[in-house]
């Protein structure tokens, strides 16, 4: 049964989320974190979230056609970590204006992601909290 359930999360929540990371440039532990994340939660979202994101970063910075992902993968597009922050933002968006009180209530998520920004923990190798609990870093 565990192997079943491995499994079925990786063919259909870890393997599109690595896709979806490659296609905006995110190689990082955390953004790839983010993604699975966003992933599990929501999949059709992910896309929205990423091109809001880019696109109101292209539009704050006066870059036309938007950027495609952040830098390397797009030369013209964001860091990875500004863009992380911009998507966090899109994805927090949502979920206040949501009528889905349980959707609503996980906001605690990207507020925890960007934390993980904050504390410039990218590979996310440095022991961390969340949620009161306390998590060793990856080796």
Not at 94 to 120: E, I
Request: aromatic letters at 10%.
């Amino acid at each position: 049964m565990q192997r079943a359930q491995d499994d079925y999360f990786r063919l259909n929540f870890w393997e599109p989320a690595m896709t979806k990371a490659t296609t905006y440039g995110v190689t990082s532990a955390l953004g790839k974190a983010m993604y699975y994340d966003m992933e599990i939660q929501g999949p059709a979202l992910v896309d929205g979230f990423s091109n809001r994101a880019l696109k109101k970063w292209s539009d704050s910075n006066g870059i036309t056609p938007s950027a495609t992902a952040c830098k390397p993968a797009d030369p013209n597009g964001p860091g990875e970590k500004e863009y992380l922050y911009l998507v966090n933002a899109e994805r927090r968006s949502k979920m206040a204006g949501s009528s889905n009180d349980l959707y609503k209530s996980t906001v605690y998520r990207p507020d925890g992601f960007d934390r993980l920004l904050d504390q410039d923990n990218m590979s996310m190798s440095k022991d961390f909290s969340l949620r009161e609990q306390q998590i060793k870093g990856l080796p």
